[in-house]
């Protein structure tokens, strides 16, 4: 059986060494009151407007699937330090794994998740929907 007292004594460690850190800076940390206190600086310019700008989804979901076949590359370089010493097993891995993310990502692309545009479908429609309105 696995000992697992280390993982305990460095988890313990951690969140003694982090609530360390949150009372000593509430304890020596400055406190002023000042009429810009509470507003945000950027670099010397004013800000206006508010913070909560309204972004399209499409943002995210490409910043997601960065990240996925991002990750992938951490992957394949690990294969490929490690390529004498798995062989070809290691080789048939691979391509199994390459072909899951190109199947993933052929998938993404039917379903409109890379078109920034609207399709051709949609602008079809559009362009019908309103020529029917004006007759």
């Not at 940390?29 to 000042?34: D, L, T, V």
């Not at 798995?86 to 199947?103: Q, T």
């Not at 998938?107 to 399709?119: C, F, K, N, V």
Request: aromatic share 14%.
């Amino acid at each position: 059986m696995i000992s697992l007292w280390p993982l305990a004594a460095y988890a313990g460690f951690v969140l003694f060494l982090v609530a360390g850190v949150i009372v000593l800076s509430l304890v020596l940390g400055e406190r002023h009151q000042g009429r810009a206190a509470g507003e945000p600086y950027e670099s010397g310019i004013v800000s206006t407007g508010s913070a909560h700008v309204r972004l399209s989804s499409k943002y995210y979901l490409v910043a997601i699937l960065f990240v996925l076949f991002d990750l992938e590359a951490v992957f394949i370089f690990a294969w490929a330090i490690a390529v004498a010493e798995i062989g070809w097993g290691g080789y048939c891995g691979l391509l199994v794994f390459v072909a899951i993310l190109v199947v993933g990502l052929i998938y993404e692309w039917r379903q409109g998740a890379l078109d920034w545009g609207r399709s051709r479908k949609a602008t079809v429609r559009a362009r019908e929907a309103r020529l029917s309105s004006q007759k």
